[in-house]
T-cell receptor, first 114, second 114 residues
Framework: SQTIHQWPATLVQPVGSPLSLECTVE??????LYWYRQAAGRGLQLLFY??????ISSEVPQNLSASRPQDRQFILSSKKLLLSDSGFYLC?????????????FGQGTRLTVV | GQNIDQPTEMTATEGAIVQINCTYQ??????LFWYQQHAGEAPTFLSY????GLEEKGRFSSFLSRSKGYSYLLLKELQMKDSASYLC???????????????FGAGTQVVVTP
């Protein structure tokens, strides 16, 4: 069966510090991968979307970046965090070859920038 | 792009029925999803509609009208554990991608009271 791992679960970082969140998927190949951010009491904002290794679509201009160095690895990074980067970050995957191709989410990382 | 609108909050009594409406505008429709999200947790997939009509899955049903850009999620026999945020998400069809990306609405907070 397929699983998605996302870590860390919680993170407190000072303003101006770097960020690296990692997400890996097991049990599938060539997944579509997503990074979403959810501010408190708000919906999910799509940040990055990837259909293959090295292929990243950025949905929102910001100081975050994403990379996909391996087929089932998706990394969210920042060189210098801002206070506004605080939020709940969710990684997700979907199978582009499946009939429904719903997104399956990791457990999320709650980031607080102080 | 897409605009996805759903009510912010709904309150209903245990055992009752609640209908959550979602309207959307998209340049290329490729499916509508409903997700449930409990506070502090990741969203979980509930239902999928790509053709017009009603899809029933236990106590949950979802309806789609593509011509009207409209969907609803119907929750029957409400239980206390159904208190959660319900997210409507639309997948668009993009020429550059194999399957398209998911965009989410802000979510509807359902409060079930005894």
């Amino acid at each position: 069966s397929q699983t998605i791992h996302q870590w860390p679960a919680t993170l407190v970082q000072p303003v101006g510090s770097p960020l690296s969140l990692e997400c890996t998927v097991e049990g599938t190949s060539n997944p579509n991968l997503y990074w979403y951010r959810q501010a408190a009491g708000r919906g999910l904002q799509l940040l990055f979307y990837s259909v293959g290794i090295g292929q990243i679509s950025s949905e929102v201009p910001q100081n975050l970046s994403a990379s996909r160095p391996q087929d089932r690895q998706f990394i969210l990074s920042s060189k210098k965090l801002l206070l506004s980067d605080s939020g709940f970050y969710l990684c997700a995957w979907s199978d582009p070859g499946a009939r429904v191709s719903e997104a399956f989410f990791g457990q999320g990382t709650r980031l607080t920038v102080v | 792009g897409q605009n996805i609108d759903q009510p912010t909050e709904m309150t209903a009594t245990e055992g009752a029925i609640v209908q959550i409406n979602c309207t959307y505008q998209t340049s290329g429709f490729n499916g509508l999803f409903w997700y449930q999200q409990h506070a502090g947790e990741a969203p979980t997939f509930l239902s999928y509609n790509v053709l017009d009509g009603l899809e029933e899955k236990g106590r949950f049903s979802s309806f789609l009208s593509r011509s009207k850009g409209y969907s609803y999620l119907l929750l029957k026999e409400l239980q206390m554990k159904d208190s959660a945020s319900y997210l409507c998400a639309v997948r668009d069809r993009r020429k550059a991608d194999s399957w398209g990306k998911l965009q989410f609405g802000a979510g509807t907070q359902v409060v079930v009271t005894p």
